[in-house]
């Protein structure tokens, strides 16, 4: 299994920035993506942006393109999120998630953004 555990959530005001990091444990030699999704009150998930684990390829939602930066630091078996020019829809509960060799979907435990003055 693969344990992750978001941080770095908080209040930000419009315009701001801020870093998101979720740390993996366990198995994670088996991990091939990593990504961010996102749930505001009374929508569905959705997607941010994943990063595949070995070649480092990006793929980004549209609707944070130019904005946001996701990276990963495989030493540490961590991966970032990076949100520049954060906008009051940006305010969502933020999960991480991996997706193994083995077609195993992992989740974290969600961390608060919020964009508010």
């Known amino acids: 299994q693969v344990q992750l555990v978001e941080s770095g959530g908080g209040l930000v005001q419009p315009g701001g920035s801020l870093r998101l990091s979720c740390a993996a444990s366990?198995?994670?030699?088996?991990?091939?993506?990593m990504s961010w999704f996102r749930q505001a009150p009374g929508k569905a998930r959705e997607f941010v942006a994943q990063i595949t684990w070995s070649t480092g390829n990006i793929v980004y939602a549209d609707s944070v393109k130019g904005r946001f930066t996701i990276s990963r630091d495989n030493a540490k078996n961590t991966m970032y999120l990076h949100m520049d020019t954060l906008k009051p829809e940006d305010t969502a509960v933020y999960y991480c998630?991996?997706?193994?060799?083995?077609?195993?979907?992992?989740w974290g435990q969600g961390t608060q953004v919020t964009v508010s003055s």
């Open positions: 366990g198995r994670t030699f088996s991990m091939y993506t």
């Open positions: 998630s991996a997706v193994t060799t083995q077609i195993d979907t992992y």
